[in-house]
């Protein structure tokens, strides 16, 4: 079993910073990919980003590209999203995610946190 718990979020405005963190625990971290995922109230589950384990290639969303930074610290068992110039179309719950394999596919996630809610005010 994988725990992941996310911090970091609040209300920020447009054009400002956010850092994510998601803590994990239970089986080893560094044996999984890491994504970040977003629900905007009355909307489907959106992929944001996801880094690989080992070799750590990143993919992101069209939306977020050259905005959000995904990165992990397997020796902290930590994943961050970056995320600036935020937009309020950035207002969501974000959830991080663990997978065995890199995938912008939900369902194939076997891990996720409970979300943390970010708030952007235009």
């Known amino acids: 079993q994988v725990q992941l718990v996310e911090s970091g979020g609040g209300l920020v405005q447009a054009g400002g910073s956010l850092r994510l963190s998601c803590a994990a625990s239970?089986?080893?971290?560094?044996?999984?990919?890491m994504g970040w995922f977003r629900q905007a109230p009355g909307k489907e589950r959106e992929f944001v980003a996801v880094?690989?384990?080992?070799?750590?290639?990143?993919n992101y969303a069209d939306s977020v590209k050259d905005r959000f930074t995904i990165s992990r610290d397997d020796a902290k068992n930590t994943v961050y999203l970056q995320m600036n110039s935020l937009k309020p179309e950035d207002t969501a719950v974000y959830y991080c995610?663990?997978?065995?394999?890199?995938?912008?596919?939900?369902?194939?996630?076997?891990?996720w946190g409970q979300g943390t809610q970010v708030t952007v005010s235009s």
């Open positions: 995610a663990a997978t065995p394999f890199p995938t912008t596919n939900g369902k194939a996630y076997n891990y």
């Open positions: 239970g089986r080893t971290f560094s044996s999984y990919a």
């Open positions: 880094i690989s384990r080992g070799s750590g290639s990143t």
